[in-house]
């Protein structure tokens, strides 16, 4: 699943690689490392590997249930 959105969020393949010899190959595995570490590992900078981290993150984040009508009114669909 990592390696699938890494490629949507166009990571070359050499860093894909990377995270892979590396032993990051989930992302619970990507949050568990440090965030310095991972940009050592893949080879970028810490900024660019936050960036990439929320991005990721965004992608996988699961989809809202909660529907906003007017703002006092909410409803779960």
Known sequence: MLQRVLSRENVDERRRAFFRASGITTYRQLLQRPLWDVAHVVDLS???????????????????RTVVISPAVTFMQ
């Open 46 to 64: 810490v900024c660019e590997t936050e960036e990439l981290l929320t991005k990721i993150s965004i992608r996988l984040a699961p989809a809202s």
